[in-house]
């Protein structure tokens, strides 16, 4: 069924590839106004100019945004502001994972830890702040979505100590942001993807044997695609979910069930 997003505007964070720009896709695919945020300009260019042509004009817009930095968070809202494009939806999803630097706790650098954090627990934190703030503007109202991960929740990361620290201060933040803004009507929940195989995450990370160890350990007995996950964002982006709020959703076939 089409159209479940029509009349919506939602900003999409790290849309300029990967899992973020199949949910921007997805959504603009269902009738939404896309703003599609990256750090990266020529990536967030290239991706709405795609969306646009494929649907219409008006159907997608380029945002250059470095989400730690609060500067630059807010300056990017305040131009939806001034645009008319006070987004109904927020999807948090822009984050690093600093594959060959983070590591066991008692060996990652002060370095990895600061830069995994401000961008995943204090960007995300930021972007939230944000969203929530010109949610409120506007009357209040909208549907907040974190990207967080299994490594949050059980010990999947224990190899990536900085990573999986902010993915579970990640988890928690969109609890509290839930249950102090119910009765704004402003919702929040968690998108948990397992293991997706994205360009990035096979250019770093997808050697056979790595690959074919986490695929064992996923009951489904697949790695995930970004397409598995756009289906719950269209669900948690629209109104059939009006009742879903402070919530978790896994998409990781089963990895953390286990």
Same mark, same amino acid.
């Given at each position: ?64 945004? /470095?989400? $730690?930095?609060? #500067? @630059?968070?807010?300056? !990017?809202?305040?131009? *939806? %502001?001034?645009?008319? =494009? ?72 224990? /190899?990536? $100590?900085?990573? #999986? @620290?902010?993915?579970? !201060?990640?988890?928690? *933040? %969109?609890?509290?942001? =839930? ?72 998409? /990781?076939?089963?990895?953390? #069930?286990?």
């Amino acid at each position: 069924m089409a159209g479940r997003l029509t009349g919506k505007t939602a900003l999409v964070t790290g849309a300029g590839s990967g899992i973020g720009r199949a949910i921007a896709d997805r959504f603009v695919a269902e009738g939404a106004r896309v703003v599609y945020a990256d750090r990266d300009a020529a990536a967030a260019a290239a991706a709405s100019a795609a969306a646009a042509a494929a649907a219409t004009a008006d159907s997608a817009i380029e945002l250059t945004v /470095d989400i $730690a930095d609060e #500067s @630059s968070v807010a300056a !990017g809202f305040a131009t *939806l %502001v001034a645009r008319g =494009a006070v987004p109904d939806v927020v999807v948090a999803n822009a984050g690093v994972q600093l594959f060959g630097h983070d590591a066991r706790v008692a060996d990652v650098s002060l370095e990895t830890w600061n830069r995994t954090l401000a961008v995943n627990l204090t960007g995300t934190f930021l972007t939230v702040k944000h969203a929530v703030r010109a949610m409120l503007a506007a009357g209040g109202g909208g549907s907040v979505i974190v990207t967080g991960s299994p490594t949050g929740l059980n010990g999947e990361g224990a /190899d990536f $100590a900085a990573y #999986s @620290s902010t993915k579970g !201060g990640v988890h928690a *933040l %969109v609890r509290a942001t =839930a249950m102090a803004y119910a009765r704004d009507g402003i919702r929040a929940n968690t998108v948990v993807p397992g293991y997706t195989e994205t360009a990035l995450v096979q250019a770093i990370s997808g050697d056979p044997e790595s690959r074919a160890a986490i695929v064992s350990r996923t009951p489904l007995g697949r790695a995930g695609t970004p397409d598995d996950v756009t289906g719950i964002m269209v669900y948690l982006a629209s109104d059939e979910s009006s009742y879903a709020t402070g919530a978790l959703f896994r998409v /990781d076939g089963g990895m953390t #069930s286990l």
